[in-house]
């Protein structure tokens, strides 16, 4: 056992309550993985969709409700009063989301692994998977974590709770404040990844982009004129000065903009790998980055751009297309009351609130806008390091704050 390990002796067992949802999942693993590290800690990971499939619909009084509606209902009407209900309303609430086997399972895994309550820590990521993290490590008496600002039950009912700096979240004892997103980006995982990719596809040239494609929600787009007006002009460049492009998409990418990168493809031989991430469940993001010269990503995922940055890159960030809608018009007024000190800057949302946590990364050398073509032709053509240099690692960071707390045997509350 190395030294690390026998320091972080009081943390025995990690527990993942998963929601499913890829870049939740991640930053909880990502965390995780480093507790594991740093501790020898076992990791268990328990889905709350698994135990919940057979929920009846009525049972939350809501006939044929929708999954969607369920979460809404459970977060918003009954998270709000868990924290503060003794532990017979918590096990009647985990009753009603039909997740009393979630517990049970908690329970024989915590058994049979011989950890004592005390050394066991359940972490989740995302709002609804908070609940069920807060309420299965509050009735089996363990600590518990949660990665982001969970809505309806806040950050104080956790013993830690692992924040982005962009939420503006008060400071508290049991709260780490991050740069980026936590992820699961470590340099053996992308040599791993880079290897086999680079057997199936390999690099021609010796400058090779990695390219990462989000896609639309309630505050971006991609649209097919977006990328006629930036992606088309980068195949263009990379094509007449022979570089390599390795493209992955997310599941939010539109279709027709799917559609026209595979016929791009056929047009630009320079597209030596295009991922399709809405037809293959494969995730090439780790191969890209250990192929990669060059990283560039949409301003849409502030994960994707940590993942670059944690995996070395200063990453060149392209713009995309903004939904115009009312809440826009909000948002800048939000942004103005804030600048002028009227309001504070925890009120801050939407897209602004985007581009703040992308300008942080940029003060710090580790993202670079993108905004013309000749932006992009000197981000391509070495004007500055494509490669930051710096210690840059979210995940191993909140895990080092975890292990000292329980070091001493503490909560960080």
């Not at 993942?16 to 990791?43: K, M, P, Y």
């Not at 409700?65 to 998270?79: E, M, N, P, Q, R």
């Not at 002028?340 to 581009?355: E, I, N």
């Not at 000197?378 to 210690?391: I, Y």
Request: net charge positive.
């Amino acid at each position: 056992m190395s030294k690390s390990q026998v320091e972080g002796k009081n943390l025995k067992a990690v527990f993942i309550i998963s929601d499913g949802i890829r870049g939740h999942v991640n930053q909880s693993r990502g965390v995780a993985h480093f507790l594991s590290e740093l501790t020898g800690c076992r990791v268990y990971e328990l889905d709350i969709n698994e135990a919940t499939t057979n929920l009846p619909e009525a049972s939350l009084g809501h006939k044929g409700l929708s999954a969607g509606l369920k979460g809404f209902y459970l977060l918003k009407v009954l998270g709000r009063r868990l924290a503060a209900k003794d532990e017979g309303f918590i096990r009647r609430w985990l009753a009603r989301a039909g997740a009393l086997s979630l517990l049970d399972r908690a329970k024989n895994l915590l058994d049979a692994s011989g950890v004592k309550q005390e050394n066991a820590l359940f972490l989740s990521a995302g709002s609804i998977a908070s609940l069920y993290c807060f309420a299965l490590a509050r009735l089996l008496k363990c600590r518990c974590a949660t990665i982001m600002t969970p809505s309806g039950l806040g950050v104080s009912p956790f013993d830690f709770a692992i924040v982005p700096k962009h939420d503006c979240p008060k400071p508290a004892c049991n709260v780490y404040v991050t740069l980026g997103a936590p992820n699961m980006v470590t340099p053996q995982k992308i040599r791993s990844e880079a290897d086999a990719l680079s057997r199936l596809y390999p690099p021609l040239s010796h400058k090779r982009i990695g390219l990462l494609l989000g896609g639309s929600d309630g505050n971006y787009e991609l649209t097919s004129r977006w990328v006629g007006q930036t992606l088309e002009p980068l195949f263009e460049l990379a094509s007449r000065e022979g570089m390599d492009l390795y493209v992955t998409t997310s599941r939010r990418t539109p279709r027709d903009v799917e559609d026209m990168l595979r016929k791009m493809r056929d047009r630009y031989p320079c597209i030596r790998y295009l991922c399709i991430a809405s037809c293959d469940p494969y995730n090439p993001v780790y191969g890209i980055f250990g192929l990669a010269t060059h990283l560039l990503a949409t301003e849409d995922s502030v994960s994707m751009i940590s993942e670059a940055a944690t995996a070395g890159f200063c990453v060149g960030v392209l713009p995309v297309e903004r939904k115009k809608s009312l809440k826009r018009a909000m948002e800048g007024l939000c942004s103005f009351l804030i600048s002028t000190k009227v309001l504070s800057p925890k009120r801050l949302f939407g897209v602004p609130k985007f581009v703040l946590a992308i300008d942080e990364l940029c003060s710090l050398g580790l993202a670079r806008w993108i905004k013309s073509a000749s932006e992009l032709r000197a981000f391509l053509n070495g004007d500055s390091p494509a490669k930051h240099g710096l210690q840059f690692c979210e995940a191993k960071n909140a895990a080092r704050w975890i292990v000292s707390a329980f070091e001493e045997g503490e909560t960080a509350r």
